[in-house]
């Protein structure tokens, strides 16, 4: 397509884009064109008709002399004529002739010679340009001449007479025939044989005047000034233009309005070199010629005086110049060039007018365009208007209508076309972007206009030169997110060319999805390839067509080839294959081929190049398939399994193993599938659940579980099976076929195949019915003691306190030491029943511990303060080292408080009274924190120290003092710190005494979350 | 005057409470061996607090309760258990019925009547 080229504009030429300026320039050009046209034709014609006048106009002049001249000429022939026939010259020539009889004989001038010369006389009186008049014998001698003189005429005597047959124009007469004249050439006149003084040009004319007879008898001539006769007729034409007398000869006269008739020129005697148009006439034949120069034009006339003598004649050339006639063409050229010039001014005063009356109406509109904002067709147009504007206006905004619809259409395509889009200048600026740009690289549109490209392609750092080198190439670079982060996009790059500038359009596609998936790809097929090295996996591929198979190398380490060695793995596979598993094989794949199955999987062996068997497990698989699904390509993977298979072996020589182990064993044991059927039970089993084997096995292991007493198992089971844990252990009712129960403790492990998949469970189920009697018993027991003792403990306890209370002044000392001895009894009694079942509970993990972040120095000192009456009734004092600061632990309260009682009541029983027991608490260096009860007692003996925590442990009776209790206490009291996350120890020395201490961590919230 | 029913279907602990109780001479003490006497002698005596046993045959303590807060005319009236059931999650499930304590057995008698007196104060 050819694309139209606007030229950068200089600003004349600008001047030259206006319309207006246009319409007035064309109008001048117009203007000026016609009137130069006009003129010129004008100018040419007017041109023309002057130089035709001229023409006419010269040969008029030219004629007009010539026949002025011709009638000089013939005046001259026809007075000689006339004269000729005068009656005296026969007598004078008889008189010279006859009575002399002597030839050149004058006349005497006595009679006929003075009326001859009278005769002559009044001739010349009216020809003023006759300078002689004269008769000649025909000897030559002359018989009667007159003579012009300056005050009149002179009738010459005889003897002045003379003879002139030397002169040339007599002898040229001699030979005249009748009726012809001799007009001689132009001389100066000669008398006596020598030039005049006066050097006048004469001119003769010579009439032959026969005898009777008929000879010559005499001559008359007449000579006449030639200046004379010319300036005559000059005179009488009177030629206002320079004018040329020119004989055959190459004498010439010249005349002109200025100067006059010059003198003359005779040839052989030119005063100056004669003009050219003289010398250019002489070889002119015809008689009317015009003679156009350089500068003049000439009008040649050849006039032939003598007819006699044809090469004579007498040529008149009047000449001018070509100024002369053109002036009223040039003073007309004039004129018309002051009229264009007038006209070319008018031109111009309507042609502004004109034009700024016509392009107002498309000022104003183009005013109106552009002053519409946005993407708005201006209302204001004159579509109204009749004229062309009206047309264009109206066509403007149909247009406009059809682009803005054409440009919503295209917008609406690039904000929603999936593709970036950026418009650049040359210099690599923003000039418009889509919306999926901002998607793209994370700008919104506003921040991207403006910008250089390189702020989304860092690496177009020359910008121009990147853009031109892409220009009309896809190709995949990498951009630079807002965020930072790389962004691979497809790239291509056209330029638009819109004249003064170009534009460059970029399509841009986000392909960081598809280039990390097929860096992937890639990847992932690397990890193949090496995954398939690593694994030693064989991969063949066969086309069934031609039967031909490739195979990699790792096909051929398997069987122990050289890798690089050219065999036909078809060939070696029929060679090497174990003759029990060809025929295996072989269906397998057939079953592939025919479709019946999606892929063929064998294991087989193959002969190893050393000779040995391996196995090999081969999955192949149909990929391309033909007309009438017939296959075409079988492509698929081998791998050496011999080692799975010896592994598969052992392990089935183990399971038998099991299998035996657990026929045999004493304990009930089974196994059972992954969803729980029985699919091995023994003997034990059997006689625990009442079943015999067979029975069994048709079972699930639901059927025979009492499903409440199993809830909570579900989580332990996943766990085991995800390989979390090994085995786990649970508690469980089974339902015997008698409808009876019995429980079992419970121990599942699983068993997993070559691949580690979870093949079967082993249970082993220990009979705990029994066990779980006597806990029931034993907590009837507990419930029992709790309540029957305590019930009647407390209404003791209760009556004797209230007693102590109300008799406390009706009673004496005696019975009022009884009353606290059996209160005292009493509290010891209670304190056993709460320390026995403190112990059952404990031991069946009962107890509940209801722990919270305790502040350990708070509870020392409550403990302290709530258990004083204690030791004061010891005796001792208690002094407490607590540090000033707070220190936080995770513990039940009430239980440690009991701990601790335990520990400070153990110390007071054991000092003696005065003595002091000091309590404490400590900051360890490993985050911890200890309570120290520290008395000053006989200390522990080293032979009670292996049982001190042990079950109703008491020091030997050796003591001194009465250490009354149950012997529970540090039982109790270690139990209760170990299961609180704390340690309890002691330090003793015989004699000296003995500090409990427990270490507790420092709680922190990790560890409580731990 | 505060009116305290002790109900407890063992005579001897009924006994010693009461007495125990009445050593504040500030309270005017009444007893019930069973839920359903206690139910009849608390709408006629509309204590100002009810100490109420747990094991009791027939209508046991929570029972008791339950029928007490169904009483348009005893259900304002506190209630306290006192039992020897103490282990956190038997005293967390009486206190989650709505009692305002649960008093443990045995209970010394000579400090029941100042625990009373806070409840009092408490309930």
Known sequence: MARRVIPRIWPGRQLFYSLKNRIILLTLGAVFVTAVLIAGSFYVRISQLARDAAVTELAGETRLLAQSFKTAFSQMKHDGQVLASTPQIPRIIRAYQGPYGRPGQVAPHDTWGPQLSSIFQSVMQRRAHYTQMRLLGADGQELVRVNRTEDGFEFVPAGALQNKSAEPYVRESIGLQPGQIYFSEVTYNREHGQVEETHTPTIRVVIPIFSDTGPLSALLVINANYAHLLQQQFDTIAPDKQTFLVNNLGDYVQSTAETGMQPFEMRGNYSAPPPAIVTKVQAIEENDTLLVGEDQIAYFVRLNLDASDPRSYLGIIVQMSKDEFRAPAQQTLMLSLLLGIFFLAVSLVISFHLARRFMRPLLEMTQKIEAAKGHTVPNNLPIDRHDEIGALARAFKARAHALLDSEAQARAILENMFDGLVTLDRNGVIQNCNASCARIFGYPEHELLGKGIHCLFPDFAQQGVALQASLNKTQRITARHKDGRDVTVEFSVGCVDLGRRSLYSCIMRDVSEQHRMRIALETLEERWALALDAAQIGVFDVDLQTQKTIVSDIWCQILGLPADAEVDAQEEWEKRIHPDDRDLVLAANQACFEGRAQSAVTEHRLRHNDGRWIWLRTFGRVTKWGENSAPLRFVGVQMDISGLKMAEAALKASEERLRMAIDNAPIAMALLDLEGNWIKVNEAICLLLGYDQNELLRLNSKDVTVQKSVENNVSQMQRLVQGEIDTYEEEKCYLRKDGSSVWGRVSVSVARDTEGQPAYFIKQILDISQQRETERLQSEFISTVNHELRTPLTSIQGSLAILQAKLAEKIDDKEMRLLANSHESCQRLSRLVNDILDVQQIRQGKIEYNFAAIDVCQLVEDVVESHRPMTDKFGVEIETVLPNKALPLWVDPDRLTQAVINVVSNAAKFSERGDKIILSVSERANNSVRIAVKDFGPGISEAFRSRLFSQFAQADGSSKRNTEGSGLGLNITKSLVEEMGGQIDYETEEGKGTTFFFDFPIFTLERKSA | ?123
Do not use: W
């Open chain 2, 1 to 123: 005057m505060a009116r305290i029913l002790y109900i407890d279907d063992d005579n001897d602990i009924r006994e010693i409470a009461v007495m125990a109780l009445e050593l504040n001479e500030l309270f005017e003490v009444r007893s019930a061996a069973s839920g359903a006497s206690g139910l009849e002698i608390a709408r006629e005596y509309t204590p100002d607090l009810i100490l109420l046993d747990v094991m009791m045959p027939g209508l046991d303590g929570p029972a008791t309760y339950r029928l007490v807060k169904l009483d348009p005319a005893l259900q304002q009236t506190p209630v306290a258990f006192i039992t020897a059931r103490t282990q956190t999650h038997q005293v967390a499930e009486l206190m989650g019925m709505g009692a305002c304590s649960v008093i443990p057995k045995p209970f010394d008698p000579m400090a029941l009547a100042g625990q009373v007196e806070s409840l009092l104060l408490q309930c």
